[in-house]
């Protein structure tokens, strides 16, 4: 991953995934809804590296998400090596926005986009987004823009 390509990714994170044989429907390639499975992988991968979940639980409150929206390139079989890819596009006030690639054998299998806000524990109403990870979002931004 060269400089240019994190900085139109902040906080990119990716894993290797291993395709199971349960992940297989009945016509020999991956369901559909193993994908959302490995979006929720890299959601957590995302969020132990960048934005530790049990500390959001600590201060009151948690991530949920609002929408889903993957758009399938091409099929992903048994014995495929897949790699998957998430990052932060957007980050509102209330909102967040990730965008994610799975690659299957070096090929772009499948593109997603997920959106969310946070919410207190207490009431589950959304709060606005912390300042720490404002500060690590602009901190990707101004890099981008002296570039």
């Given at each position: ?19 199971q044989?349960?992940?297989i ?11 959302i ?29 609002v ?23 957007n ?18 299998a ?29 901190g ?8």
């Amino acid at each position: 991953m060269t400089l240019a390509n994190n900085l139109q990714r902040p906080m990119q994170v990716e894993i290797a995934i291993n395709v199971q044989t349960y992940d297989i429907d009945f016509v020999g390639i991956v369901s559909n809804i193993v994908y959302i499975r490995w979006l929720e992988d890299l959601r957590l991968k995302f969020l132990d590296e960048y934005w530790q979940l049990n500390k959001q639980f600590e201060q009151g409150y948690a991530p949920i998400l609002v929408g889903t929206e993957i758009e399938y390139k091409r099929p992903i079989k048994l014995f495929d090596k897949v790699i998957g890819r998430l990052w932060l596009s957007n980050l509102g006030r209330l909102k967040w926005t990730v965008q994610a690639e799975i690659l299957s054998n070096n090929e772009l299998a499948a593109t997603a986009t997920q959106k969310g806000a946070l919410i207190n524990l207490q009431n589950s109403r959304p709060i606005p987004i912390p300042e720490e990870l404002q500060k690590k979002y602009s901190g990707y931004q101004q890099v981008d823009e002296n570039i």
